[in-house]
Structures are given as structure tokens and as C-alpha cells.
């Protein structure tokens, strides 16, 4: 999707109590805190990550949100340059400064800007969000809220309202 097209990252997701990470290419990703309760839930099918090529920052080091890559490919746009990085089994595209020297065979480190990443359910591709949702009874005037990682039907007698974070398909 756009050009160049979104990179699309297998995730691990994985819990230690209240903190929720994605391993993905040997770093450990730390998701904007709207996606905890979503992500949870997502434990044994793992997520896959949709990032445009100007979301990844290259790194000097290695660093634990970071994943090593090595370049294949070094695209000089003129206004900036397009790599093609090998992450394990996994291509990549990043944008970077026209200015910097990339090598094909050099070993860099990617950071995914966390608030970029659009999170997908492996099985369906459908992009995963948490949403708000209140429900109001018409017929009653009673209202709750409720947090929820799919929107709730519509059925007769009830508006339902959804406020949330991220996109959905």
C-alpha cells in the first residue's frame, strides 16, 4: 500500500505482568499503551505490523527496541535515500537523509516509531484498535461504558457510541 509500500512485520507478543512487548526481528518493541489490552489478546497468533518506510529511524547500535539489519539495497532519490534491508527473513524499506552513506552488506539497527505501527491480526488482516464503546439503552436511558477490542452489533433500542485509537478496516 503507497509507494513505496507499507512494510508488513511478523510480532510476538509478549506479557510479564502489566507490560505488554512485541519481539520482531531480535528487538523488543514497546507499544503505545492504547494497544495493551488489544495486544494481550493476541498472545498465541502473534500481530503483524504495518510501518511506512519514513516511521523507521536507523540507530547507530544495537539496542533493545532496535532490529539488526543487513542493507541489500541503497536507492539514492535525490532528497533522501531508499534502503532495502534484510531483517532475518523479512525485507524492509526505510527512507533516510540523502546525506548518509549506507553500504550493501553493512549491519544497521531499526527503530519502529511505536505510535506508527498499525497493528493487524495475522489470521483475518483486519488492523487491531481499542476502542471506547458506550452503550445506551434509548427505550431505558441507561448508559455504560465498556473497553473492547471489536465494536459491539447494533441492535434495536441501543446507540452505541465508539471512540478509539487507531484504524480499522
Do not use: Y
Amino acid at each position: 500500500i503507497g509507494n513505496p509500500p507499507m512494510n508488513f512485520l511478523r510480532g510476538a507478543v509478549q506479557v510479564d505482568g502489566n507490560k505488554v512487548s512485541v519481539q520482531a526481528g531480535g528487538a523488543s518493541i514497546q507499544p503505545h499503551a492504547s494497544m495493551a489490552g488489544v495486544l494481550k489478546q493476541k498472545i498465541s497468533s502473534g500481530v503483524r505490523m504495518g510501518i511506512r518506510a519514513e516511521n523507521i529511524e536507523v540507530v547507530s547500535n544495537a539496542q533493545k527496541d532496535a532490529m539488526k539489519g543487513k542493507v541489500l539495497v541503497v536507492e539514492p532519490l535525490g532528497s533522501h535515500n531508499m534502503l532495502t534491508v534484510m531483517v532475518g527473513d523479512q525485507r524492509v524499506k526505510v527512507n533516510f537523509h540523502a546525506d548518509s552513506v549506507f553500504q550493501p552488506d553493512q549491519t544497521i539497527w531499526l527503530r519502529l516509531v511505536s505510535e506508527k505501527i498499525r497493528w493487524l491480526d495475522v489470521e483475518s488482516g483486519m488492523a487491531l484498535a481499542e476502542w471506547q464503546i458506550l452503550v445506551c439503552s434509548t427505550w431505558r436511558g441507561l448508559c455504560s461504558e465498556k473497553t473492547t477490542p471489536a465494536p459491539l452489533p447494533n441492535r434495536d433500542h441501543t446507540n452505541i457510541h465508539i471512540s478509539g485509537t487507531g484504524t480499522q478496516r
